[in-house]
């Protein structure tokens, strides 16, 4: 019995120059309350897990040259995104990542 597997596969992305692509990304955390956590306070103590609530942290990565911008907020919607997105093009061209249009 003879098996023969192709696979194709495409040519990944990639930005050849600084500001050509970058990669943006949201992580959702939850807030660990003042004190420390249920490993140290125990679980029925402390504030209930409704109330704690997350911390957002969006980042931007430029693929060419591999500067990194991230910053905490609280929420991910769009006008937040869009707000992020904003600081992270403020930031990139000082450090030798002008980017080429959003």
């Known amino acids: 019995m003879t098996v023969i597997a ?14 050509e692509l970058l990669h ?10 003042a004190g420390g ?3 140290l306070r125990g679980r ?13 942290v969006h980042h931007a990565i430029d693929d060419a040259s ?10 991910e919607r769009g006008a937040t995104c ?9 930031f990139l061209p000082d450090r030798a990542c002008e980017s080429s249009g959003l």
Request: hydrophobic share 35%.
């Open 24 to 33: 943006m990304d949201v992580k959702k955390l939850g807030r660990i309350p």
């Open 44 to 56: 029925c103590n402390g504030t209930p897990r409704a109330r704690r609530g997350y911390d957002y």
């Open 66 to 75: 591999r500067v990194a911008y991230a910053g905490v907020f609280a929420d």
């Open 82 to 90: 869009a707000d992020f997105l904003r600081e992270a093009a403020a």
């Open 6 to 19: 192709r696979r194709v596969s495409r040519a990944a992305t990639s930005g050849s120059d600084p500001g």
């Open 37 to 39: 956590g249920h490993r």
